[in-house]
């Protein structure tokens, strides 16, 4: 499957962004997904991840209340709505597909989009 990621953007903290992230091929379903972010010189942060049927999902501790992810299968897209952005929330965002079930961790993710730069100004 192949990702792309789009949505980023210079925001002012305290503003709302949506994040999507579009799957080529016919077998998104049964894909979990996730969204991770980066800064560079750190490693690559979990974010936020759901199931195939949209039914589970986890989220880091950082933007837990603040961040919604959501899918639909039939559009083949995943979303990541960010409300409340802070500047430590500025990061290169990338989704990323599972063929498992939903995890957190970067090393189980079999696909990878490029990254959607999301830049939160004080």
């Given at each position: 499957v192949q990702l792309?990621?789009?949505?980023?953007g210079l925001v002012q903290a305290g503003d709302s962004l949506r994040l999507t992230c579009a799957a080529s091929g016919r077998t998104f379903s049964q894909y979990s997904m996730g969204w991770f972010r980066q800064v560079p010189g750190r490693e690559r942060e979990f974010v936020a991840s759901i199931?195939?049927?949209?039914?589970?999902?986890?989220?880091?501790?950082?933007?837990?209340?603040?961040?919604?992810?959501?899918?639909?299968n039939s559009q083949n897209s995943v979303y990541l709505?960010?409300?409340s952005l802070?500047?430590?929330d500025t990061a290169d965002y990338f989704c990323a597909a599972h063929s498992g079930t939903t995890t957190t961790?970067?090393?189980h993710?079999?696909?990878w989009g490029q990254g959607t730069l999301v830049t939160v100004s004080s």
């Open positions: 792309q990621a789009s949505g980023g199931g195939r049927r949209g039914t589970d999902t986890y989220y880091a501790d950082s933007v837990k209340g603040r961040f919604l992810i959501s899918r639909v709505e960010m409300n802070k500047p430590e961790r970067p090393w993710y079999n696909y």
